[in-house]
């Protein structure tokens, strides 16, 4: 690397953040106007995954406006990925960005709704900014620097045990009748535990940050993407959850699938209730077999 593009990828990882939280902001408020307003709705890998002119608009926002700070940087977002570009993460610092996490939430009017940011480099996860635009609940973390929402520190449950656990989920975009049996059969497998409930919202990037909030004491999910997962866990992590593969071991940011929790205890037991569901990963390299669909 030389010139402009080595000293903006050195830029201190402070700059960094304060423009995401710029842009998260300004993205946000986008969102906000757009909610109530009739939407043009397109589909994508299955009749449940939507996508409308506000999320390629505030997708295109984000990476305008964080390129031109830091023209080195890449990019994975999830509409530039529908339209056809790679989702590879390199060492390179790679902004990955879902501009509305919630989109059906959205082109439906439900006010839960988030813009999510997150920057990794040399393929570990630095910073993340998920803005849940209508409550106006600003979620950041930082590795090393704790996890805040406006401003104010989060700690995550200490809840150990399962069978006294809120957990979180979410159904997906998928429809595939194997899919959906799949989804309902964890659920039965940790509501006969018996935990205490299991909650759906339709943001994966909220759940996670009500993780991180101590709200509820763990989220669990299979077919979600890398960019549901990764500003949010920076933000779990910094505010003392654990984020692991649902077979247990660490998290692979690619691989579709995440148990997170206040502690590690529940987050095990967790997933050792749950049965595997395999999804193609996002990065397109083989890593599960039967793979059900995109
Ligand atoms: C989706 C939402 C949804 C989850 C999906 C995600 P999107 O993101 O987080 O709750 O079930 O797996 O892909 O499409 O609204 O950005």
Known sequence: MAGSGERSSQQPLEKCLEAAVQVALEAGQIIREAL?????????????????????????????????????????????????????????????????????NFVHGTPVVAVSIGLSVKKELELGVIYSCVEEKL??????????????????SNQTDLSKALILTELGSIRDPVAVKMLFNNMERLLKVPAHGIRIVGSAALDLCHVAAGDVDAFYQFGLHC??????????????????????????????????????????QIAKELQPVAYERDDGTEGTSNSLSK
């Open 227 to 268: 960019w549901d997962m990764a500003a949010a866990a920076v933000i779990v992590r910094e505010a003392g959850g654990i984020m692991m593969d649902t077979a247990g071991g660490p998290l692979d940011l690619m691989s579709r699938r995440v148990v997170a929790a206040g502690t590690p205890e529940m987050a095990c």
């Open 36 to 104: 109530r307003i009739e939407k043009r709705v397109q589909t994508k890998s299955s009749a449940a995954d939507l996508v409308t002119e506000t999320d390629q608009l505030v997708e295109n926002l984000i990476i305008t406006t964080l390129s031109k700070k830091f023209p080195s940087h890449r990019f994975i977002g999830e509409e530039s990925v529908a339209a056809g570009e790679k989702c590879i993460l390199t060492d390179d610092p790679t902004w990955i960005i879902d501009p509305i996490d919630g989109t059906c």
């Open 139 to 156: 979620y950041t973390g930082r590795k090393g620097h704790g996890a805040f929402c406006n401003g104010q520190k989060l700690q995550a």
